[in-house]
């Protein structure tokens, strides 16, 4: 059973619409990573936090997604305004920060965008 | 990704057969994951390792930073290790452990 929740499990909205989507972290990990799963299986790294701070984002979460990882609630992804080419996997993942111990990864929210 | 090569890209292999995955890093990595790709579409974890091997059950994984490789071998292969398997491995200048993914294997287990 993964120890990341991640809801909703799918998620289906029209072009132009918001989209949002929650992780919560295994408890004790202060690092949070959002990736992005296509249908080709290939992953893009979206955004990192430790605690509720972002280390890294790419261009694209910046401009047009909204992310944040307050402390005492989930973790959540938001994609402004939704496009096509946001039809994807999205994976959240926790660790500790550790190089010997390997984060863990949620289930995962499947957008589709209509 | 481009710091990740892995191959191959598929796989079939006859029941009771094995064989290996690999994925080669264009820089030194800190440690490497694998994963299967179950039904629903989620990444079940395989391994995790810093160095060295790690072995369960019909799996076995092994890493060398220093040569830049890691490797996942399948022995007795059955029907239910059908999927698609990932490496992905953590770079030595990423924050915080950022993970760079493999394109992925394609295995198909024939009866």
């Known amino acids: 059973n993964s120890k990341v929740i991640q809801t909703p499990r799918y998620l289906v909205k029209g072009q132009g619409q918001k989209a949002k989507m929650r992780c919560i972290p295994e408890?004790?990990?202060?690092?949070v990573f959002w990736y992005q799963q296509n249908k080709n299986n290939e992953f893009k790294f979206l955004i990192n936090?430790?605690?509720?701070?972002?280390?890294?984002q790419i261009d694209m979460t910046e401009k047009r997604f909204s992310a944040e990882c307050p402390s005492n609630s989930p973790c959540s992804l938001e994609i402004q305004s939704s496009e096509a080419g946001d039809s994807a996997l999205y994976l959240c993942?926790?660790?500790?920060?550790?190089?010997?111990?390997?984060?863990?990864f949620g289930e995962g929210t499947r957008l589709s965008v209509l | 990704g481009d710091q990740v090569e892995q191959s191959p890209s598929a796989l079939s292999l006859h029941e009771g057969t094995g064989s290996a995955l690999r994925c080669n890093f264009t820089t030194t990595m800190r440690a490497v994951q694998w994963f299967r790709k179950n039904s629903r579409g989620s990444l079940i974890n395989l391994f995790y390792l810093a160095s060295g091997t790690k072995e369960n059950g019909r799996l076995k994984s092994a890493f060398d930073s220093k040569e830049r490789y890691s490797t996942l071998h399948i022995r007795d292969a059955q029907l239910e290790d059908s999927g698609t398997y990932f490496c992905?491995?953590?770079?030595?200048?990423?924050?915080?452990?950022?993970?760079?993914f493999g394109a992925g294997t394609q295995l198909i287990v024939i009866p």
């Open positions: 408890k004790g990990h202060p690092v």
């Open positions: 936090f430790q605690n509720q701070e972002v280390l890294q």
């Open positions: 993942a926790s660790r500790t920060g550790w190089d010997n111990q390997a984060p863990l």
């Open positions: 992905a491995a953590l770079d030595r200048g990423s924050a915080l452990g950022r993970l760079h």
